[in-house]
């Protein structure tokens, strides 16, 4: 074998040890499995990961109440037909309630009713919804210090004074950058995303950039650590918890998962729950029922005023209040659990409606001119 020969063999070789032999150090997916995350639709994902299963306990379906949707929404400065909109951000559900029922359901060629679709940031809104309850029940409190549940964090610096209120308000500048770039994920939130260790990166990643309680700043590992609070203080792991305490009481029909860092291991509380479109517009619904779900009082009403009134700090241009987002536009009444590549739930009091859009559409896209269209939708009279 000529040199030449040996070396052309040898460069990709080394490479390829080098990717394998980076990826264990850096505690993240072997290379076919990142490479699978290239090329896998963001809303399909979660197979990718291991995950805890939240079963459905006491599936009830929503009622069916049909109603026609408007000719046109408003897009970018224009009317376009419902189905354009639809087209043109990538939607794989589109599920509209209105008072209680069933008013339009959806779904992209090639997506059923039962699939399972990834929630990313919408399963923030559903550790809110755990906390709350955890609050009502005196378990934790709002301005507990987060290292007075997790002993284990303590810096002896300002990263001790974060209080579980600064995380649910996105205000504790704990320094982990919201970095989404899928072709360098190994720093930020997409290093978070893809590690095999959360308690571990948690641990490294114990500096805030802000006085905590000063100001607002979108930062995912905060809910990483009201989830990990949360799971200390109830003694169970986010899954067991989201089963019993939000999925089978509002009567979810399906199955979902939560995807964890390795088999048995943490829930990824600031994303990565799969579930249906269906289930999701009942998460929506118990939030519009202020709390309730068949005839009990599942989340506090006093949690739920809490989500609806915006916190101090905005986040950028909008409103932000415990793992909710207040949109600008409108009347202001209307709040949103927001995921990145386009996933909503949408709550609407004023209108008694509940839409849930989950989607395959880019990086933080058209948010804005889709929360007009998810007004307008509720808002029309043929709604």
Known sequence: MSRTLRAVIAIPLVLVVGLYVGTWALKVPQPPTLYKLLTTPTSQVGKLYPASDVPATRPAALPVKARALPATVPWKGRQVPVAEF???????????????????????????????????????????????????????????RLVDVLPELRTGGSYD???????????AGVD???????????????????????????????????????????????TQLLGMALAKVEGKPLARLLAERLWGPVGAQDGATWNLDRPGGTEKAF???????RDYAKIGQLVLDGGKAGGAQVVPA???????????????????????????????????????????????????????????????????????????VSRSAAG
């Open 161 to 171: 004074t974060i209080r579980i209120r600064d995380l649910l308000d996105m205000t």
């Open 176 to 222: 982990v950058s919201e970095n989404y770039n899928q072709w360098w994920p190994f720093t930020g939130t997409a290093r978070m995303y893809l590690t095999r260790d959360l308690p571990g990166f948690v641990k490294d990643h114990r500096k805030v950039t802000f006085e905590p309680g000063s100001r607002g700043d979108y930062r995912s590992v905060e």
């Open 271 to 277: 994303c990565c729950v799969n579930a249906t479109a």
């Open 302 to 376: 006093a949690w739920i005023k809490r989500i609806a009134t915006p916190a101090p700090h905005r986040l950028g241009e909008w409103k932000y209040a415990a793992q909710w987002w207040h949109p600008s536009g409108g009347d202001g009444a209307a709040y949103s659990a927001l995921g990145v590549y386009g996933q909503y739930v949408y709550v609407d009091p004023p209108s008694k409606t509940v839409i849930v859009k989950l989607s395959d559409h880019g990086d933080e896209q058209d948010e804005q001119d889709t929360f007009d269209v998810l007004r307008a």
């Open 86 to 144: 639809l087209s043109t951000t990538h939607t794989n559900a589109f599920v509209v309630v209105r008072d209680g029922a069933v008013a339009h359901e959806w779904y992209r060629d090639g997506v059923r009713a039962t699939d399972r679709l990834a929630s990313w940031s919408v399963a923030k809104s559903l550790v809110s919804l755990m906390i709350g309850q955890a609050v009502g029940e005196g378990k934790i409190r709002e301005d507990d």
